[in-house]
């Protein structure tokens, strides 16, 4: 069965920095892609970032540019958040992601419906 687990998540002053990780056990199905997703109550599910697995393309929200890095681990299949200089307004829960149908455009990667298997979410709370 597939599963991805995450976690990394906690709460955070503003400025903070924290590092969220996915792992997927995927079985026989080759990741394609990953990406992190965040939801914040009230509020629609939001993309974050996104990679290729092989590095190319690699996709970020505008909110979130110079402060996230998204990295893969592919001999572990994992996929990693590093979020720095935090803000209130990262407060969600963050949810990974996995794509195991091929590309037909790169871009695929910044929707959600896109996804085959995502995380049990974790997290995030920005707050002084």
């Known amino acids: 069965q597939v599963q991805l687990a995450e976690s990394g998540g906690g709460l955070v002053q503003p400025g903070g920095s924290l590092r969220l990780s996915c792992a997927a056990s995927?079985?026989?199905?080759?990741?394609?892609?990953m990406g992190w997703f965040r939801q914040a109550p009230g509020k629609e599910r939001e993309f974050v970032a996104a990679?290729?697995?092989?590095?190319?393309?690699?996709y970020y929200t505008d909110s979130v540019k110079g402060r996230f890095t998204i990295s893969m681990d592919n001999a572990k299949n994992t996929v990693y958040l590093q979020m720095n200089r935090l803000k209130s307004e990262d407060t969600a829960t963050y949810y990974c992601a996995l794509r195991v149908a091929p590309l037909t455009l790169g871009t695929q990667l910044k929707y959600d419906y896109y996804y085959n298997f995502w995380g049990q979410g974790t997290q995030v709370t920005v707050s002084s």
């Open positions: 995927s079985g026989t199905l080759t990741t394609v892609g």
């Open positions: 990679m290729h697995r092989s590095g190319d393309p690699t």
